[in-house]
């Protein structure tokens, strides 16, 4: 998967094992049974065996083929069932100490994530508001609370093999933990109505340095808020 | 006692015939007529929406310029024109209503006029649904699943009329299936030929019934759910609205509840169709009659509790997720074993290359696909794979396979039965190997795509740069291409069609030396299909018996 797709999060390889574990486990059934099929076609053929033979399929002799081999499809069922669960209990279950949260809004038809700015409080003055532009410190484990303003939307990071749906009327909490700095896609990934395909954002992953930056360039100043103030009573 | 039995079959005239006929073969051709008219109305959506994401704002050649507002429309009424127009009707309505019958030595329906009731509600419902594309604001563009609050109200999905005629377009739908699946099943109870027992019924006919009762048990929530819905849009009042109290939510779990048993009431009709046409032209026993039966109730069972891994990432209590990738990954062992053992029929058979033949083989090949990628999404993997074209791909590795594969191996199969005439086996096989390549041509760039993030319902990839990189748009244009290759390879199929339905060579009673009792019948059997009711001596698939010259043994035939 990564060779697709890069991993940007800390459970991103989690989920990767998952998928890997049953590429090979169901890969390795297909190809048996592909084998077996495009071999009875052939040698089974009206040219090769003009006449069939009687198979019940009942007797114990013959149910025994397709015994075995569903006892072992059990075993592999069992298999991706516990590597499953661990990741679904280490992605969306269990919630590590937060180092820092952040809101996310989805609505018709952007993003609206608030940051906690240089105190690292959410619901502070100097909170930063943006649209479609999500700003991350690496390596830091973030929880968000995800909620949806009008309709359902997904909070789709692929590089973080993160996927939740925002519903209205509820805060979703979740979490992730960047850790490879660059820009990456953010989609929504439910229907969500006419402007559904281009509600699309961008995760900027940056090292501590970079972030500290970005939020002193966007905190909202004093003298930014009175000017504000000052020309919407000038109108 | 034949001609007191059947005096009142005499012959209808043209309206009666045609238009408002009783008779369950005129029923089954209404459907099957119907259902292919939807589907090719289904595929031409596909290929507007499919040229428009290789061609991004290019004017699509037939159809136009695709807007944002009109692929959410064609998307999501492609989705639930294929679904519910064309695989339902076709597989289960068309060949239950045209088989049953016949394959139990019948001469119809146990309710004929329920059944031509079914398929009137059937016909208005797809009237309420092409009407839909032609009212202000246009059809409806909130995916098939129409989650709220997107559907449940104007405002967000800004289509009044679109939105609520497509629901009730669907709930008409239901309503004709539900009285024609009541038919199936109490038909298939009751009026067998003497001497049927419940061990000696094609499996087909299994299928098609077991599927019935999976509809009649799933669909009531969604009858329910449906009806609410519509109360939200019309009245607002708010079952799904979390303003007013309500829950968006709880739509999803009527809608899946109904919805995954869907995809076997479809998938079991398609495989009871593969194993007539396997035994025939191997000419072997169904391998395991009662393993084949068995799993397809189980199968049916298990599919009642899986419903919610298609929420896995939808806000359900995460715990949730755990139970439903069990009971998900535990319905793999049937539908493997099932897979497993139409595999073992073919052992030590006699297999004739016959299109009807290819396309049963193509089914199994191709079905496995959809199958084993299945795993991945009823896992965690879903957290990635969720709502990506890697899901696009999955379903429609098990609904073409079961909607269009199987169908065709059913059509060329019973085509001699249904028209009296052979279908060209030439352009039958041009047809067969064009559809099923350039078929894989399609989806298994998607398969990738998906893999690489793209994710579903976007009808430019434009505004996401990650996924608008030139090497995947080209991929988006494989896929087209194919899917264009596609639909031209059907010409063949429906120039032979109807042309072999006039001009073919004549089929005489049992063109395939099949053992089942449509074949005693005359073909096209007449109205009140036997001359003489047959009786029933045997189980279905008693071919190459030892000791026996002939190769098969009609259940009919005394010794």
Redesign the interface.
Known sequence: MESIIAQASSYAADVDRVIMIIFVTVSIWFLIGQFVFFKFIFKYSRKNNPRAGYVTGETPEDTKWIHRAHYSVLVCDVLIIVFSMMTWYHVKQDLPKPESTIRILGQQWAWKFTHPGADNQLDTADDIVTIDELHVKLDTTYHFKLEAKDVLHSFSVPVFRLKQDAIPGRVITGWFKPTKAGEFDIQCAEMCGIGHGIMGARIFIDTATQHAEWIQKNAPSISGITAQLDSNLAK | MTDQAHGHHHEPNFFHKYLWSTDHKMIAMQYLFTGMFMGVVGAFFAYAFRMQLAFPGKEVPLYGLVT??L??SLVTNHGTMMIFWFAMPVLIAAFGNYLIPLMIGADDMVFPRINRLSYQIFLLSAIVLIASFFVPGGAF???W?A????SASAN???TPWGASLWLIAVALEFVAFLLGGINFIVTLMNARAPGMKMFDIPMVLWTIVIASVLFMASVGPLIAGAIMLLLDQLLQVGFFD??KGG???LWQHLFWFFGHPEVYVVLLPAMGIVAEVMTVF??????????VLYTMIGTGCLSFVVWAHHQF???ID??M??LF??TT??I??PV??M???Y???????????STAMLFA?AF??EF??GG??G??LG???D??????YFVVAHFHYTFVPIAVIAVFAGVYFWFPKMFGRMMNETLGKIHFWGTVVSFNGIFIPLF?LG???D??????YE?????ALPAYQSLRVVATVFLVAMLLFQLPFFYNFFVSMFKGEKAGKNPWKSNTLEWLADSPPPHGNFVELPKVYRPPYE????GRTS?FWPQHEKA
């Open positions: 944002a507002n692929y959410n563009g909130g995916a699943t989650y709220p609050p997107l967000y999905n800004l979390p303003a829950d968006p939510v191997a000419r072997k026993k169904l391998f395991g009659y009662r393993t990432i939808a806000g995460p715990r997720s755990n990738t069990i990954l535990l793999s062992i493997a074993e897979c497993f053992v595999i073992a029929t073919l052992y030590r058979g006699s297999i004739e290359f083989l199994l090949a496995a696909m084993v990628t795993i991945f896992s965690s993997g957290i990635y794979f969720h709502d990506t990738f893999a690489a993030g994710h579903r319902r976007i009808f430019s505004n996401f740069p990650d996924s071919y190459s018996v030892p190769d």
